[in-house]
């Protein structure tokens, strides 16, 4: 696939991530206006809910773009998506004849306030990252030895979608009950050891119903496009909740997305093989077209007072054991209904290699050996003031397809009595 010229000259640097290829979904503002929907191209925004205002853009009957989320839009299901992006496409290749009429439309990045892109209507996140299971396992078990479920069935647990946000919202350190190695009993205060986990989100568009199975077949369908997500984790909090019923508040307080949803359709020509397994999927799980995308991903640390951020792990999309689509069917496959705007994380990313893991815990390796960054600091956990970013990008011939950053930067807890 070839880069797909755009009249906006700045869509077609072979470095933006945002070429008319791409055509990602966000919620912006400006000057503290109403927030509305927008389409990035180049360094700039289309301001879509004014087009559709105008006349210019109709999707629909009614109007679903001068909503602060593009769940009306995913709620159309994907022939409407379609339709949006095959106007998109001709208000904005090159040599179209509304250019003059589409430019009025357009407003600078730089100018704009991003805001959630979409209402998040559940959040689950997965465990489908290979390295990252067998570091965790060698980690908190002494082997990297894969639970026994672990090759046949996508793993989860249903999180909040009351904390998700967007990127560039600070999060405060989170207060939570731990129990320090060889204590006897709990303590109270901030977590000692804050992580992020670097994960895609796949956002459902279109719903299944109550009681009913879905294939995988029809998952990839109801899939309306994927984001960058960090999965704050309170490893302390964690590590003393979670037995016997897995995550609670250690992930509760805080999950940060990219600010612009990738559309599915963008990400078709970074289609690759699923990975090699060493058992067979049961049936339910086989893909015909597989889910799975090249992506290359990275994760960077900024301290409050660093004059830079420092690159700490790049990886790929590609190494999830399950694709979205899989994940998404054996979800619903119980009966469980999923619905426009559910959010699903992959799970955290982490390749074979050392500067590929996907989080400060396998970075650090729990803390035995701190990272040092570009400006000679170290890192075990997060620390107040610094900020993590993660970013992404689809290479193609000439062009690539991103996300936007993933950003949020970590204020101190707010005090509570009874801190130990
Ligand atoms: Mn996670």
Redesign the pocket.
């Known amino acids: 696939m070839k880069l797909m010229r755009s009249w906006m000259q700045s869509a077609n640097d072979p470095e933006t991530e945002f070429p008319l290829n791409n055509l990602p979904y966000g919620v912006f503002s400006v000057d503290g206006d109403e927030p509305r929907c927008g389409i990035a191209i180049g360094d700039m925004v289309l301001d879509v809910a004014a087009m559709e205002a105008a006349g210019l853009l109709r999707i629909t009957d009614d109007f679903v773009l001068d909503v602060p989320f593009w769940n009306e839009v995913m709620e159309l299901g994907p022939e409407a998506w379609k339709r949006l992006r095959v106007l998109l496409l001709g208000f904005l290749g090159e040599g179209a004849e509304s250019q003059e009429q589409v430019a009025k439309y357009m407003i600078p990045q730089a100018r704009v306030r991003m805001h959630m892109p979409l209402l998040v209507a559940e959040y689950t996140?997965f465990?489908a990252g290979m390295q990252h299971a067998k570091n965790m396992g060698s980690i908190l078990r002494g082997s990297p030895d894969l639970p026994a479920n672990w090759l046949h069935i996508p793993i989860g647990y249903n999180g909040r979608a009351s904390s998700v946000v967007v990127s560039g919202t600070d999060i405060h350190r989170p207060l939570g009950q731990t129990r320090v190695a060889g204590a006897d009993a709990p303590r109270f205060g901030p977590t000692e050891r804050l992580d992020f986990?670097l994960?895609v989100g796949a956002i459902v568009g279109t719903g299944s119903v109550l009681g009913q199975p879905i294939t995988t077949a029809q998952a990839d369908k109801m899939i309306f496009g994927f984001v960058l997500l960090n999965?704050w984790?309170a490893r302390d909090i964690q590590a003393w909740e979670y037995q016997p019923l897995g995550p609670f508040q250690g992930?509760a307080f805080g999950t940060t997305i990219s600010p612009w949803i990738v559309p599915k359709a963008a990400l078709e020509p970074f289609r690759c093989a699923e990975p090699v397994r060493e058992v067979p999927l049961l049936p339910y799980l086989h893909e015909k077209t597989q889910g799975f995308y090249n992506v290359a991903l990275e994760v960077q640390i900024q301290p409050a007072d660093a004059p830079r951020a420092s690159t700490i792990a790049r990886t790929n999309y590609n190494q999830v054991y399950f694709s979205a689509a899989q994940q998404l069917t054996h979800h619903a496959v119980c009966g469980c209904e999923m619905n426009p705007g559910d959010l699903l994380?992959s799970?955290?990313i982490s390749g074979p290699a050392r500067d590929a893991f996907g989080s400060l815990m396998e970075l650090s390796w729990a803390g035995e050996e701190p990272m040092t960054l570009d400006t000679g600091e170290t890192r075990s956990f997060v620390e107040d003031g610094d900020t993590l970013t993660l970013r992404g990008h689809a290479q193609g011939d000439g062009y690539r397809v991103g996300f936007g950053p993933c950003s949020g930067r970590i204020l101190p807890a707010l005090h509570m009595p009874g801190w130990a």
């Open positions: 996140d465990y986990e994960e999965d984790s992930k994380g799970g955290t």
